[in-house]
């Protein structure tokens, strides 16, 4: 009965390599968000989507391409790895309230 | 633009109550939060405040708000040894049927036994 699913948890992958991110929400929200966690712990926002509509792009790169095939489901594809994008992804979802539900988190290691 | 700022490190004994501090710069912000981070683990929402309200309360949880001083409070009275985690402040405002949260970067709080 998870509310906000990510899988997966860990994922360990070379640079130059295209990945992606699953995320899933049993919760009926009508928005779900990506957030990216770096080393020092700092979150911040990089994409928003309200009912399969993208509402907040925050300056990511165009490596990362957000999909929702549903209201239920927002993945995330990364084309081209990069160093840098070693962090800790995490998807939420709220329903046009302040609380967002946070998912456990996918932890992005590239080498 | 919007920043949240939080010191990075508190440091209590059990038993006592913990306060951690919060500043913000966006005058808009409509929800303010607290969430908590344990390690390996996903961010949980603990308590928030509608940015009308001063004070909230939640068992050992006290949320203050200084609306006019931009600054927010969580105080967690008789601090156990599994409050330790990261919290992070952050707030929001409404946009297009999206609620933005913009974050600190997290107070760690360790409890000393």
């Known amino acids: 009965d998870t509310a906000v699913s990510q899988t997966p948890k860990y994922l360990v992958t070379q640079m130059g390599n295209d990945k992606s991110i699953k995320c899933e929400q049993n919760?009926?929200?009508?928005?779900m968000y990506w957030y990216k966690q770096d080393s020092k712990k700092f979150l911040k926002i990089m994409f928003s989507?309200?009912?399969?509509?993208?509402?907040i792009n925050e300056t990511v790169p165009n490596r990362f391409s957000p999909k929702s095939p549903d209201k239920a489901h927002l993945n995330l594809h990364i084309n081209s790895l990069e160093l840098g994008d070693s962090a800790v992804y995490f998807c939420?979802?709220?329903?046009?309230?302040?609380?967002?539900?946070f998912g456990p988190g996918t932890r992005l290691t590239v080498t | 633009g919007e920043d949240v700022e939080q010191s990075l490190f508190l440091s209590v004994r059990e038993g006592d109550s913990s306060v951690i501090n919060c500043t913000y710069t966006?005058?808009?912000?409509?929800?303010l939060y607290w969430y908590k981070q344990e390690p390996g683990a996903g961010l949980q929402l603990l308590t928030y405040?509608?940015?009308?309200?001063d004070m909230k309360q939640d068992q050992r949880l006290t949320v203050l708000l200084n609306k006019k001083d931009k600054h927010l409070s969580l105080r967690i009275a008789d601090t156990q040894t599994g409050d330790s985690a990261i919290y992070f402040c952050?707030?929001?405002?409404?946009?297009?049927?999206?609620?933005?949260?913009?974050f600190g970067k997290g107070t760690k709080l360790s409890v000393i036994p």
């Open positions: 939420a979802s709220s329903q046009k309230t302040y609380e967002q539900y």
């Open positions: 919760l009926g929200h009508d928005t």
């Open positions: 989507y309200n009912n399969k509509e993208l509402i």
């Open positions: 966006d005058s808009s912000s409509t929800y």
């Open positions: 405040i509608f940015s009308n309200m």
């Open positions: 952050a707030e929001s405002h409404s946009g297009a049927g999206s609620y933005q949260l913009t």
